[in-house]
């Protein structure tokens, strides 16, 4: 028994002890070398965004000039920045600062509020590009690294990890942003349209939204999202989807309805209203009609339909299928682009 409470108490438990910490540390040493390493490899790609916009006073009736800032990244090497579409959106003047100082006047290329990206450009000579990753090849838990200039503290990193993916998040103009990140990375105002990092130093997300009052709830649009956006907007300005002018709202369906037409949906959206020269009025449909199709594509609320209503269908005659009354019935409607 003597010896049993001597190898408890002895050296061996020391060794161990700090075999421990040593490992620890190396650990945590090589946590922050990925940490620091991606911070050196991918700031200088990154810009702080100083906006300026006209702003309506509704006491005075006169209007000021207000101003903002927030985060992007340089993704090409003659000046394309991303970004945020509410940080540029509507403003009369944009400016942006390099790692390095330089400021430059930024042109606003074209921003798509449906996902809440945005594409500046800068003409600033020997600019290095962020390299962009895949987002489709993430994994949850996997190290994240956040680079961007909250509250104006220009070029702050923050790390954290993916807590989910396939997050959807409402965009400003209403539409559901798909494919969203969540992380814990701590984003803060001003980090909007800065980009999240993984640890080999790519782009995978531009970080968009955080929840509060929650803490360590952030998200970020996936960068496969971003990729497609940005070519859109270099190349025509804007993004294009269409619409058939209905505004409705998502409803049950009743479950004799369900069970005697056998719908793939137990939900419908009961049309409210049309706008002016409404494509779906053009075609027959009423307001109170229930819509459960569209495209061959069964519909059980609004934000799928936004989906189908891709810019490619514009033009195009597709099918709608509603429920009116008890009669299930199909019409032909030809989409629009939409025009904002």
């Known amino acids: 028994m003597k010896y049993e409470l001597e190898l408890l108490s002895g050296e061996d438990l020391g060794g161990a002890a700090k ?28 810009v702080n965004v100083e906006v300026h916009h006209r702003v309506r006073s509704r006491r005075q009736r006169s209007e000021h000039e ?9 993704f090409t090497p003659d000046g394309f920045v991303l970004t945020n579409s509410h940080v540029v959106h509507g403003a009369t003047k944009i400016e ?10 930024a042109e606003l290329i074209g921003d798509d509020p449906d996902t809440d990206l945005a594409v500046i450009r800068i003409a600033a000579p020997n600019v290095l590009p962020a390299e962009l990753g895949e987002s489709k090849s993430l994994r949850v838990g996997q190290l994240v690294i956040a680079i961007g200039n909250p509250y104006g503290f220009q070029y702050s990193v923050t790390a954290g990890v993916v807590s989910a993916l ?6 400003q103009s209403g539409r559901l942003i798909d494919d969203v990140i969540q992380t814990d990375a701590a984003l803060n105002p ?10 080999n130093g790519k782009v995978i997300g531009v ?36 619409f058939i002018g209905v505004a409705g709202q998502n409803v049950p369906l009743p479950r004799r309805v369900v069970r005697y037409y056998n719908l793939p949906v137990e939900s419908a959206i009961l049309i409210v209203s049309f706008e002016e020269n409404s494509p779906a009025r053009k ?7 229930l819509i459960v199709g569209f495209a061959g594509h069964p519909v059980a609320g609004i934000d799928q339909l936004h989906r189908l209503l891709t810019g490619e269908r514009a033009g195009q005659s597709a099918s709608v299928e509603v429920i009116r009354g008890t009669e299930r019935l199909v019409f032909k409607v030809i989409p629009q682009e939409m025009r904002r």
């Open 166 to 171: 396939g997050r959807s998040l409402r965009s």
């Open 190 to 199: 001003g980090n909007s349209g800065g980009p999240l990092v993984a640890s």
């Open 66 to 74: 207000a101003q903002g800032s927030g985060s992007g990244f340089i």
């Open 283 to 289: 075609a027959g449909l009423r307001e109170g009609d």
């Open 19 to 46: 075999q421990t910490t040593s490992t620890d540390a190396e650990l945590l040493d090589v946590y922050s070398q990925t940490v620091t390493g991606v911070a050196e490899k991918v700031s200088p790609s990154v």
């Open 96 to 105: 942006a600062t390099l790692l390095d100082g330089r400021r430059y006047p």
């Open 207 to 242: 970080n968009t939204a955080i929840i509060r009052p929650a803490q360590g709830i952030c998200f970020a649009t996936g960068i496969d999202t971003a990729k497609f956006v940005a070519g859109k907007l270099i190349r025509d300005g804007r993004i294009s989807r269409s």
